[in-house]
């Protein structure tokens, strides 16, 4: 499986940007598609997850009401939209697959089986 992140750049504080991953090899109807970040000096954080079984959902604390996570089956690829974007939200931004789904999903970097090589964004203030 291979994942390919898009859409990052340069917004301003406020701004929105839609990231996009774009899945080959596999169809992300049968993974959790997660998303990370990692900004500068600073460790590797889950953002969000989507499973493509039952189309369960979940956010981090910090982008809870700001960023949605969907995807786009005929395309096969998952999509995190992110408004109101705040300077805290700069980081190279990954996508990530998860084989294996189960009740009260936790995302995890360990879980993950693969990933994508990532997209920067930058929020200016």
């Known amino acids: 499986v291979q994942l390919v992140e898009s859409g990052g750049g340069l917004v301003q504080d406020g701004g929105a940007l839609r990231l996009s991953c774009a899945a080959s090899?596999?169809?992300?109807?049968?993974?959790?598609i997660g998303w990370f970040r990692q900004a500068p000096g600073k460790g590797r954080e889950g953002v969000s997850w989507?499973?493509?079984?039952?189309?369960?959902?979940w956010y981090a604390g910090s982008v809870k009401g700001r960023f949605t996570i969907s995807s786009d089956n005929a395309k096969n690829t998952v999509y995190l939209q992110m408004n109101e974007m705040k300077p805290g939200d700069t980081a190279v931004y990954f996508c990530?697959?998860?084989?294996?789904?189960?009740?009260?999903?936790?995302?995890?970097?360990?879980?993950?089986?693969?990933w994508g090589k990532g997209t920067t964004v930058t929020v200016s203030s």
């Open positions: 989507l499973s493509g079984s039952d189309g369960a959902t």
């Open positions: 990530a697959a998860d084989r294996d789904y189960y009740r009260d999903y936790f995302l995890t970097e360990l879980a993950m089986d693969y």
């Open positions: 090899g596999a169809s992300v109807d049968n993974y959790v």
